[in-house]
């Protein structure tokens, strides 16, 4: 007689850290969103990066750095990515279909998140491209509208086709029936979006940078400038756009914290290189 072990059917191979693909979204030539399922014991603060990917041709996994874009109370995990033509991990990364597994290391880490800053009035998040994701996940979290009055998104990218995951997601925000019932109908007034482009036409345009220095953005929504007295901030985008809305900020007279030194403001790079 054989031995049982021999006439069962072979288990399928499993990645290491595997998550199922639930959900995928194209939202341009070069973005996708897509969902997965999340780990039991996967804690995480609204805001923070984990380490994801596939297994690479040499059987090593091939991992980078992507922003939970799902708050923490999601029973699914959400990321927002970008599709680079060459790029080892999204030129694969892109083709996934819901039922794929990916590999998902549980150890959240990151600068953006709330305990990172002083308590303040009114909350900016300041995003070009990709560097949205953690703002999808922090504006779906109430923790951030129990310590903010108000929250500003803005977000610029070169076309409107790439504004529109967030587009998408801060409307359906901020006329959700829950959250209008919980804070009332001016919830839509303490969730303001800003989203401009920059090399195509829309109806509002420009650098994040160029409309704080010029004050076309606090005109444009009736706001007064930024006040390190009221005012927090959370940047995330190419190194460039941070360095330059650093300089803006501190010229506001904000100050960059961490979570060990919370302060004004705090950033993030969106990704490392010169983009594409
Ligand atoms: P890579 O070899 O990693 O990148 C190739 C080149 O493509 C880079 O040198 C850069 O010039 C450009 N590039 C890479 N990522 C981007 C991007 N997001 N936007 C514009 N240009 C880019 N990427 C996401 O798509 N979504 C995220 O939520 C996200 N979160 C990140 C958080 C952190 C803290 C860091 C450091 C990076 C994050 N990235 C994110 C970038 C991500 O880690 C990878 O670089 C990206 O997935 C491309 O991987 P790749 O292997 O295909 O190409
Ligand atoms: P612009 O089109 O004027 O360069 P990229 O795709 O190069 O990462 O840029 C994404 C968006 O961020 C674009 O709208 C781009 O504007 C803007 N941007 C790039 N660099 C900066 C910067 N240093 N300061 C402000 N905005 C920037």
């Given at each position: 007689?054989?031995?049982?072990?021999?006439?069962?059917?072979?288990?399928?191979?499993?990645?290491?850290?595997?998550?199922?693909?639930?959900s995928v979204k194209h939202w341009s030539d070069n973005l996708f969103s897509f969902r997965v399922t999340r780990p039991a014991s996967l804690r995480f603060r609204s805001g923070e990066f984990v380490m994801i990917g596939l297994m690479g041709d040499n059987g090593k996994p091939l991992l980078r750095a992507y922003s939970?874009?799902?708050?923490?109370?999601?029973?699914?995990?959400?990321?927002?990515?970008?599709k680079v033509p060459d790029g080892p991990l999204t030129s694969k990364l892109?083709?996934?279909?819901?039922?794929?597994?990916?590999?998902?290391?549980?150890?959240?880490?990151?600068?953006?998140?709330?305990?990172?800053?002083?308590?303040?009035?009114?909350?900016?998040?300041?995003?070009?491209?990709t560097g949205f994701a953690p703002f999808a996940s922090l504006m779906r979290d109430p923790e951030t509208f129990?310590?903010?009055?108000?929250?500003?998104?803005?977000?610029?990218?070169?076309?409107a086709e790439?504004?529109?995951?967030?587009?998408?997601?801060v409307e359906n925000l901020r006329h959700d029936p829950l959250l209008t019932e919980i804070y009332g109908e001016d919830f839509a007034k303490r969730l303001l979006y800003y989203p401009t482009t920059t090399r195509e036409e829309s109806p509002l345009m420009g650098r994040i940078t160029?409309?704080?220095i010029s004050g076309k953005v606090f005109a444009d929504l009736g706001l007064p400038p930024i006040d390190p007295a009221?005012?927090?901030?959370?940047?995330?985008?190419?190194l460039a756009f941070n360095v330059d809305v650093k300089a803006v900020l501190e010229g506001f007279g904000l100050r960059e914290g961490a979570n060990s030194d919370p302060k004004e403001f705090v950033v993030e790079?969106?990704?490392?290189?010169?983009?594409?």
């Open positions: 007689d054989l031995p049982v072990a021999d006439t069962a059917a072979p288990s399928a191979k499993t990645l290491p850290d595997a998550q199922k693909v639930t939970i874009a799902s708050p923490n109370w999601d029973d699914e995990l959400e990321f927002y990515s970008i892109q083709h996934i279909k819901p039922g794929d597994e990916i590999i998902l290391r549980p150890k959240p880490v990151g600068t953006l998140v709330l305990d990172a800053l002083l308590p303040g009035k009114r909350m900016w998040f300041l995003a070009t491209g129990e310590r903010y009055e108000q929250v500003v998104m803005m977000h610029t990218c070169r076309t790439e504004l529109n995951y967030g587009r998408e997601l160029d409309n704080m009221t005012d927090r901030a959370m940047i995330c985008g190419s790079k969106a990704f490392v290189g010169d983009g594409i």
